[in-house]
């Protein structure tokens, strides 16, 4: 592949020591392939279904915990993870990521939890909504949060601190992650409102999207029953005999 730079083979690039060019061989300090990006349609759909109701179609096992929580002024955030993997308040593969991101694409950082070292602040957010990206979830420490929380870019984080991070690598771009106890693969679909963030595979968000619907349509019936005064709760009392309580 003449003229190609070295450590670039079919649009990815391979971070090497001096003692290897095998891709695999640098497990810890890598950049794979970016993962495909969902149909618009898909997005556009997943535009207008709360989290709540993706959670509970799902179980309300496959979510982002709590902890995870929104610091921008508002807006939904839905797009393909562009996954990356650092040591704790090191944030060089951030910087990668942002310039590789393709528009629509979440950047979703498994910081290992950390909160001593902030991974991004309003110049990384703002460098990477200026390219597009859809938003950036931080499994760490975001700074710069009174820049960030007038800001209708989502930034999603575990924490603030005023303290940099560090730019020493290594770290992984487009592997598996962990975000607030939650597996994320490369492409996973990523949505977030104001209650937090799920994240569905490609293959079964149309049939996520299906069963959140449904659940729409029976919370509104909930709903109009309660402004009526037709809601029946003897569904309680029957769940208590049901468990063995004395009343």
Known sequence: MTGMPAGVMLGYAILKTPS???PM???GFRILPLPKHPPQ?????LRKIVTAHLSDSMNRLHAVAAEIRPYHKHGKLVGPALTVKVPPGDNLMVHKAIDIARPGDVIVVDAGAATAQ???GEIMSNHAA???????VIDGAI???????ASTFPVYARGVTHRGPYK?????????IVIGGLVINPGDIIVGDEDGLVALPQDIAPDIIKLAREQAVKEAAVLKAIR???????WVDRTLRQLGCDF
């Open 228 to 234: 009526q005064g037709k809601l029946d709760r003897a």
């Open 118 to 120: 902030a991974i991004i």
């Open 20 to 22: 290897t060019s095998h």
């Open 41 to 45: 349609k898909l997005l556009t759909e």
């Open 25 to 27: 061989a640098n497990i």
């Open 143 to 149: 700074r710069d949060a009174g820049a960030i929380s």
């Open 130 to 136: 200026s390219r597009g990206v859809a938003g950036m």
């Open 168 to 176: 020493n690598g290594p770290g992984e771009i487009n592997v598996p």
